[in-house]
Nanobody
Framework: QVQLVESGGGSVQAGGSLKLSCAASGYTYSYGIRCIGWFRQAPGKEREGVAAIGIALGGTNYAASVKGRFTISLDDANDSVYLQMDSLKPEDTAMYYC??????????????WGQGTQVTVSS
């Protein structure tokens, strides 16, 4: 059974940093999982992809809005995926979700989801 648990959210001022963690377990290639991704959803908006990383080769993919500010990384030893978020902006405020599935940053390509962690950036 695939399980994903996010942590690390919180409140920060614009320009600050946060590091999100996703503890992943139970995933294998037999589930069709090739990537772990981070997604976000702000109130009244659709869920959007932020970044994704391949579990085999570590290839990464970022949304244009976060490229150069966010970094996704994979820690195989701890079965964890991290999202380092720097130079945060108020528009980054959202619930952030970790998900497992096919690669890319299209939420419809991901079948397994965590419960989310809230990120709030104040101006």
């Amino acid at each position: 059974q695939v399980q994903l648990v996010e942590s690390g959210g919180g409140s920060v001022q614009a320009g600050g940093s946060l590091k999100l963690s996703c503890a992943a377990s139970g995933y294998t290639y037999s589930y069709g999982i090739r990537c772990i991704g981070w997604f976000r959803q702000a109130p009244g908006k659709e869920r959007e992809g932020v970044a994704a990383i391949g579990i085999a080769l570590g290839g990464t993919n970022y949304a244009a809005s976060v490229k150069g500010r966010f970094t996704i990384s994979l820690d195989d030893a701890n079965d964890s995926v991290y999202l380092q978020m720097d130079s945060l902006k108020p528009e980054d405020t959202a619930m952030y979700y970790c998900a497992a599935g096919a690669c890319g940053i299209d939420p419809t390509e991901y079948n397994y989801w965590g419960q989310g962690t809230q990120v709030t950036v104040s101006s």
